[in-house]
Each structure stands twice: as C-alpha cells, then as structure tokens.
C-alpha cells in the first residue's frame, strides 16, 4: 500500500467512524452518546479488524456487553470489510476534555455547583422542557397530571415512576418536574441512570465514594432518567439501592423513567423491583393521531417564535407526518425538523414530494421505493438507448452521459451505496460513481437547460413510483 491510499484509507476510517457514531447518538440518545461513544477513536483496520480506543476497561466493557453489535452493523454498512472489533485500552489517551461541560445543576434557587467541588457531576435541566410546552391528550394525561401532583405536594408519591418507550416524553415530563421545582429552595438532582452509574464507577476509582454517596442523600428531590440502565451491574444496583432506600427514608423525593414497567425489568434484584413500585407507577402510551397532529403544530409555532420567521410547512405534509410517524414522538419531530431546515436553506415552501424526497432513507423502509433498476429504465426511454448499449462499457458520449445521469440519480433518489450503485451498473467501481456525480453536478450547475433535463427526468422517475 502506498503512503497516498494509507492515508486515504485512514481518513474514510475517521469519516466513517464519525458516522457510526452519529447513528448510535441517534438511535440511543444523546446521553448514551456522550457517556460511552463519544470519546472512543477508531484507530485502524488491520486484517478485516476494526481497532477502537477507549480509555477504561470499564467503558470498553460495557460497550461491548452493550453496543458492540449495532457498531459493527453501522460500521459494515459503510465498509463491507470490516468484519470484526477490538479494542486497545489507552488510560491516557482521554484529556478529560468534557468534564468542565458537565455542570451540575443543583438548583438551590440559582445556585450551580461544578463537578470540582462535588466530585461527581449530573445532567443539566433542559429549560426548554417545561410543562407548557408539552402538549396532552389521552395518552399522556395520566403521567401529566402526576407529574403536575408531584410538584405541588412532594413526597405524594413516593417514588414517582413514569414508563414508556422511547420518544414519548418521559424525559420531557421529567425536565418539565425539575424546572418547575427550580423555582422553589428545594435541592433537586436530576441525572440520568447511565451518568449515576459512571459517576459511581469513577468514584470507586478515584476513593471518594463517600463524596458521591453524601452529595446524593443531601437531595431533596432526585429526579433519575433511563433507570433501566441499571440493570445488571452488581455493584451500581447495591449503591442506587441504598441511596434510594435512605432518600425515601428521609422522605425526600425520587422521581424515576424507565423503558419498562417495575416488573418487566429483567437482572434486576426482586427487592428493587418491589421498592420501586412502591409509590405510584404510570405509563406514557403512544400519542394519537391528534396529539401528533397538535405537538406538530405546537412546534411550528415554538420555531416562529424563536426564529421569529414564519415557517411555511403545509397542513397536508404535517397530516402526512402525523400518518407515517407513529410510534416516536422523537422521531416525528426529528423529521418536522428536517423538512423545516430544508425549506430554509432552499427558501421555498415544500410541497408533499419535496417532503417525501428530504425524507426517502426514513421512508425507504415503510414505502415502495425507486431502485436503481427503475432509475435505468426510465434514463433509458428518455434518451431513446437500447439497455444493452447503455450498460456497455461504451464510452461514447451518447450513451456515457445518460449513464452518468442515472448514477447521479440512483444517489440522490435511493440510499445504496456507492459500491452498490456501482455494481448496478455492470460492476463499476465507486470511484466511477463519484466521478459521475461529480461531473453531473458540474454540468447542473453551469447550464440551466441541462439541470431542467435531470430534473425531468427525476420527477418522471418519482411519479412513476
Ligand atoms: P423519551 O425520554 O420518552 O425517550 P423525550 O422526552 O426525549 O422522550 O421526548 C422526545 C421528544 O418529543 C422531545 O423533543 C420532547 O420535547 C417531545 N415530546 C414528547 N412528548 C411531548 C408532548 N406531549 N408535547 C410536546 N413535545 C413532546
Ligand atoms: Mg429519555
């Protein structure tokens, strides 16, 4: 290998492991993100082996009882090669770069403390989520007015436990409890299990567990999200057990999320289970049809308003959300977001295709989509070609322009790969695709009568699907 291609080769490993990683934040969330993936490196790879950094074995640990297999699913998607992972351990290798951002919010009326002095750090609340903003209807009713119970009388259920899956508030509901309780004297913590049990962990580490064991009985409410995290670590479990059993003890409020219900918490000990339903258990359920209509509607607003710019997004594309967006709330409004920021950077109001089009990878999994073949098809009617000349390796203008016309296409309307584009095409390297795109690009850009030509050809191929 040359020195050019190993450098190459190590800046598409850097590229793609920035990718990889920004899949897992989304698909586990921004916390799991910043305490596990956030500051593992990709190193090499050497013989179909993926070397990742991490800086302790615990956190190497737990990424592979943990995450280990999504990493190298993503990773594979991105290179085929690759088909298993290891890691190195590099104590040093982490600066400690992020411990300053991580500002406990111990709200004693404004008062933040920073993990220096307290020797363990917690999450901040998200003002952003407050109680007004949180739109109920029938499905999220119960855990509202709860919630709304809690803050009004402490100690009134006692723990609180609010579960549901993933992205339908419940972190929303807990932040919304934290910022309403700010206003008052009271000591809050709100954490989430994840970052307990890291702090725990690095505690034990560094011989201060009694810092972090006081610090937590000193709350008068501790506000605990993703409990589910918890389970299965020996260790964490006795310590969140203890610290929660003398909270309730000094009546002290525990508010707590959870994937599950008490019972469906598998590794967990029995005793916990039993603790935790102690109180009151409710459960968040997926959102209706018109509570995602109006959360939808809410957010358009609440961009106006911070933007202080209409957004121009039509009834028809937030009912077609609303309709294909069922079971998160998070993605949902993940999608509103995409096609808001769109509208924005082309400064125009987006019709259902455009909307369909921004969405195409999401969609690609619940709808009939375009293929390559499709694609071809048509390139080759438009253009009058035989399908054999046209996936010849001819190169005669006639026929290698149209070709790299529906590999620009097959890019922008489908989510295969380069390589996989480029197999499509009577095995052609990627570096073919590239270079066609490229080229079709250029030509787009300096000739207008040749942009309206691929875009005729691009809604020709959308109507037909
Ligand atoms: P969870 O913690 O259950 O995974 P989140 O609380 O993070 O879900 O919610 C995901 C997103 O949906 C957040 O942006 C949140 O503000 C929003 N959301 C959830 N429920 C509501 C609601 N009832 N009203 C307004 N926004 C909501
Ligand atoms: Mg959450």
Same mark, same amino acid.
């Given at each position: 290998?040359?020195?050019?291609?190993?450098?190459?080769?190590?800046?598409?490993?850097?590229?793609?492991?920035?990718?990889?990683?920004?899949?897992?934040?989304?698909?586990?969330?921004?916390?799991?993100?910043?305490?596990?993936?956030?500051?593992?490196?990709?190193?090499?790879?050497?013989?179909?082996?993926?070397?990742?950094?991490?800086?302790?074995?615990?956190?190497?640990?737990?990424?592979?009882?943990?995450?280990?297999?999504?990493?190298?699913?993503?990773?594979?998607?991105?290179?085929?090669?690759?088909?298993?992972?290891?890691?190195?351990?590099?104590?040093?290798?982490?600066?400690?770069?992020?411990?300053?951002?991580?500002?406990?919010?111990?709200?004693?009326?404004?008062?933040?403390?920073?993990?220096?002095?307290?020797?363990?750090?917690?999450?901040?609340?998200?003002?952003?989520?407050?109680?007004?903003?949180?739109?109920?209807?029938?499905?999220?009713?119960?855990?509202?007015?709860?919630?709304?119970?809690?803050?009004?009388?402490?100690?009134?259920?006692?723990?609180?436990?609010?579960?549901?899956?993933?992205?339908?508030?419940?972190?929303?509901?807990?932040?919304?409890?934290?910022?309403?309780?700010?206003?008052?004297?009271?000591?809050?913590?709100?954490?989430?299990?994840?970052?307990?049990?890291?702090?725990?962990?690095?505690?034990?580490?560094? *011989?201060?567990?009694? $810092?972090?064991?006081? =610090?937590?009985?000193?709350?008068? +409410? %501790? /506000?605990? &999200? !993703?409990?589910?995290?918890?389970?299965?670590?020996?260790?964490?479990?006795?310590?969140?057990?203890?610290?929660?059993?003398?909270?309730?003890?000094?009546?002290?409020?525990?508010?707590?999320?959870?994937?599950?219900?008490?019972?469906?918490?598998?590794?967990?000990?029995?005793?916990?289970?039993?603790?935790?339903?102690?109180?009151?258990?409710?459960?968040?359920?997926?959102?209706?049809?018109?509570?995602?209509?109006?959360?939808? *509607?809410?957010?358009? $607003?609440?961009?106006? =308003?911070?933007?202080?710019?209409? +957004? %121009? /997004?039509? &009834? !028809?594309?937030?009912?077609?959300?609303?309709?294909?967006?069922?079971?998160?709330?998070?993605?949902?409004?993940?999608?509103?977001?995409?096609?808001?920021?769109?509208?924005?950077?082309?400064?125009?109001?987006?019709?259902?295709?455009?909307?369909?089009?921004?969405?195409?990878?999401?969609?690609?999994?619940?709808?009939?989509?375009?293929?390559?073949?499709?694609?071809?098809?048509?390139?080759?009617?438009?253009?009058?070609?035989?399908?054999?000349?046209?996936?010849?390796?001819?190169?005669?203008?006639?026929?290698?322009?149209?070709?790299?016309?529906?590999?620009?296409?097959?890019?922008?309307?489908?989510?295969?790969?380069?390589?996989?584009?480029?197999?499509?095409?009577?095995?052609?390297?990627?570096?073919?695709?590239?270079?066609?795109?490229?080229?079709?690009?250029?030509?787009?850009?300096?000739?207008?009568?040749?942009?309206?030509?691929?875009?005729?050809?691009?809604?020709?191929?959308?109507?037909?699907?």
């Amino acid at each position: 290998m040359t020195i050019i291609t190993a450098l190459k080769d190590n800046g598409d490993l850097k590229k793609n492991w920035s990718e990889v990683q920004l899949k897992l934040k989304e698909v586990y969330g921004i916390d799991v993100y910043k305490s596990w993936i956030q500051n593992v490196e990709a190193k090499e790879i050497h013989h179909n082996s993926l070397t990742l950094i991490v800086k302790t074995r615990f956190v190497r640990d737990w990424i592979v009882s943990h995450y280990a297999d999504k990493i190298l699913d993503f990773f594979q998607k991105l290179d085929s090669s690759v088909t298993r992972i290891q890691f190195e351990i590099h104590e040093n290798f982490y600066n400690e770069k992020n411990s300053q951002t991580n500002i406990v919010d111990f709200a004693t009326g404004s008062q933040v403390l920073d993990s220096k002095d307290l020797g363990y750090t917690a999450n901040r609340l998200d003002h952003r989520l407050t109680f007004s903003n949180f739109v109920v209807g029938e499905s999220n009713q119960l855990v509202f007015s709860a919630a709304k119970r809690v803050t009004e009388t402490l100690g009134h259920y006692n723990p609180l436990f609010i579960y549901g899956s993933v992205g339908l508030g419940k972190t929303h509901i807990l932040n919304a409890i934290g910022n309403e309780l700010k206003k008052t004297e009271k000591k809050i913590i709100y954490l989430s299990a994840e970052r307990f049990m890291y702090q725990f962990v690095k505690s034990i580490k560094n *011989k201060d567990t009694q $810092k972090f064991k006081d =610090a937590f009985r000193n709350a008068d +409410v %501790l /506000i605990l &999200d !993703d409990v589910q995290f918890i389970s299965g670590k020996e260790v964490t479990q006795e310590e969140f057990f203890y610290t929660f059993n003398s909270l309730i003890e000094n009546q002290s409020q525990v508010i707590i999320s959870c994937d599950r219900s008490p019972n469906d918490l598998d590794r967990i000990q029995d005793r916990i289970k039993s603790r935790l339903s102690g109180g009151l258990v409710v459960d968040i359920q997926p959102p209706d049809i018109a509570l995602r209509l109006q959360i939808l *509607k809410n957010r358009c $607003k609440a961009e106006e =308003a911070y933007f202080g710019k209409e +957004v %121009l /997004i039509n &009834d !028809d594309i937030l009912s077609f959300i609303a309709n294909e967006f069922k079971s998160s709330i998070r993605d949902m409004l993940g999608v509103l977001n995409r096609i808001i920021a769109s509208s924005r950077i082309q400064n125009k109001i987006p019709t259902l295709q455009d909307a369909k089009l921004i969405l195409k990878d999401l969609l690609s999994n619940m709808q009939s989509v375009v293929t390559i073949e499709d694609i071809q098809k048509i390139v080759v009617n438009y253009y009058n070609l035989s399908m054999s000349d046209f996936l010849s390796s001819r190169r005669s203008r006639h026929v290698a322009r149209p070709r790299q016309i529906a590999m620009y296409l097959s890019k922008k309307l489908t989510t295969k790969s380069l390589p996989d584009i480029g197999r499509k095409f009577t095995g052609r390297d990627h570096t073919t695709v590239i270079h066609a795109i490229k080229k079709i690009e250029e030509l787009m850009g300096g000739d207008k009568k040749f942009e309206y030509e691929v875009q005729d050809i691009s809604n020709k191929i959308l109507k037909s699907n």
